[in-house]
């Protein structure tokens, strides 16, 4: 049986599973403080429950998810055909510590934040078995 597209289970399809665990990077989509929306392709970490990007203390994407944190993630293959992976959720900023490589960085004056999202929807495409649908 196919698990419907929005299903929180999709993240244990074999797609899902794939990409999460891929170096592919991730296009994280919000508001801008202007309204007006953006993407920018990150490296992320899947924790298992979260996806964690890391950011520049200071950047402008940190500030829009404190007054609108509804965010869209796309990380996808090139294919043909492609594989994708669609998450929405909301945005959550905290500190980031523990790492050699932030740490390092902090070393170097350089401040890093943490961007997590915790899926609330999520859709997978293969092309083939699952094709675009509604994802409203």
Known sequence: MTLAQR?????QDPIAARLLGSTELA?????????????IPMLFHWTGQEVVFGA???S???????ANPDVAI????????PDVLLIRGRAERGGVGGTR????????????VRI??????????DFQTRLPGRMS
């Open 7 to 11: 299903s929180l289970e999709l993240l």
């Open 27 to 39: 296009r994280l989509a919000y508001n801008a403080k202007d309204g007006t929306p953006r993407v």
């Open 56 to 58: 520049y203390a200071g």
């Open 60 to 66: 402008a994407k940190l500030g829009s998810p404190r």
């Open 74 to 81: 796309t990380i996808d293959t090139a294919g043909p055909p």
């Open 101 to 112: 490589n932030v740490e390092k960085m902090a070393g170097d004056g350089i401040r890093m």
């Open 116 to 125: 997590a999202v915790r899926p609330t929807r999520v859709g997978a495409l």
